[in-house]
């Protein structure tokens, strides 16, 4: 029997009660994007485990966060009821908005200066080493620029420690033997030069995960482009902006995004190396919220700072995708 007479021979004839009409229907097959044999609907049993964790660890944590915020909490006795208190106290606040200062700090360390420097560095690995000496070449300097990404922030934050330490530390010693002793520093102990000290760690450490975002977006991108543009007699950086910058236009974003994110909620460099310190001079808002939390057992005070800078990063988030969809309803009308 043929496969159109199997089908024909499974149809169920049906009657229309309406208007006494016949009308075919046939089981659902794997056409219809169910598996034989499923039932409508069951696909939501295998959201359940996804969805229990999480709420558990997720919305659960944040709900008891929010609540936190409008309480007087140390962890021992129950949460007392204040209302906006913590919220006045925020608003006021010196070193809560030094934090957010910081931030911007790092933002220009962490997205600003990586997003920039990483298009330059794709680019030229993808289409001057990459089609000069080799792609084997072009994947092992990614790979090198990448290694920071992969190191335990906390490991990295501690050898760039070693390096930075006034009295035997590499870089001092270095300058030292150079000529150049006078320059020698207390780097991460100054409160002119931690923060600037901080924002160059963070930018070797943030420096490969936009490269390796943007090496793979070039792969898409039709070959001929560039050598069509080689032959009208576009030069690297003409081939790069009217080329490259166009066509990873959208990997740009998804960089810049997931880039500001990590730099708003930064903790692990701040936390190993500096501890905020000098005085406040490289504290952020999530290792302030970490000190009130555990160092001042203030946890209702330390809970309204995450939640504070939670809205910020849903904010900015919402603002990003907004500009995006925008950006692309432009070049689709165009």
């Not at 359940?48 to 944590?61: C, E, K, N, R, S």
């Not at 990614?142 to 992969?150: K, V």
């Not at 007699?233 to 003409?238: C, E, L, S, Y």
Request: with cysteine; charged share 15%; proline share 6%.
């Amino acid at each position: 029997m043929s496969a159109l007479d199997t089908r024909a021979a499974t149809t169920i004839e049906a009657t229309d009660a309406a208007g006494g009409r016949r009308r075919s229907r046939r089981p659902a097959g794997p056409e219809d994007g169910l598996i034989p044999g499923a039932r409508r609907g069951t696909y939501w049993l295998y959201l359940v485990p996804g969805l229990a964790l999480l709420a558990v660890i997720v919305v659960v944590p944040l709900v008891w966060n929010v609540y936190l915020t409008f309480t007087e909490y140390r962890g021992i006795r129950p949460p007392e009821w204040i209302g906006l208190e913590n919220w006045v106290e925020l608003m006021g606040d010196r070193v809560f908005w030094t934090s957010f200062g910081n931030s911007i700090a790092m933002i220009l360390a962490m997205v600003i200066a990586p997003t920039l420097l990483g298009l330059l560095l794709a680019a030229m690995l993808f289409d001057l080493i990459g089609r000069k000496f080799g792609g084997r070449l072009a994947s092992f300097l990614r790979a090198t620029y990448y290694l920071p990404q992969i190191l335990p922030a906390v490991i990295a934050a501690i050898v760039i420690g070693w390096i930075l330490r006034p009295q035997n530390g590499a870089l001092n010693q270095v300058l030292e033997a150079v000529g150049l002793g006078d320059l020698a520093h207390n780097w991460l102990g100054s409160p002119d030069t931690a923060l600037p000290s901080l924002m160059v760690i963070m930018v070797w450490v943030q420096l490969g995960y936009p490269i390796v975002i943007f090496m793979a977006a070039l792969q898409r991108v039709d070959p001929e482009l560039y050598e069509a543009a080689e032959l009208d007699g576009a030069n690297w950086f003409q081939r790069f902006r009217a080329i490259t910058l166009g066509m990873i236009r959208p990997e740009i974003f998804v960089v810049t995004l997931t880039c500001t994110i990590a730099a708003l909620k930064v903790f692990g460099p701040v936390y190993a190396l500096t501890g905020g310190g000098p005085g406040t001079s490289t504290i952020v808002p999530a290792y302030y919220a970490y000190s009130e939390f555990f160092q001042s057992q203030q946890v209702g005070y330390g809970a309204t700072i995450a939640t504070a800078l939670t809205i910020v990063i849903a904010a900015v988030s919402v603002l990003f995708i907004l500009a995006q969809h925008r950006m692309e309803k432009k070049e689709a009308e165009r």
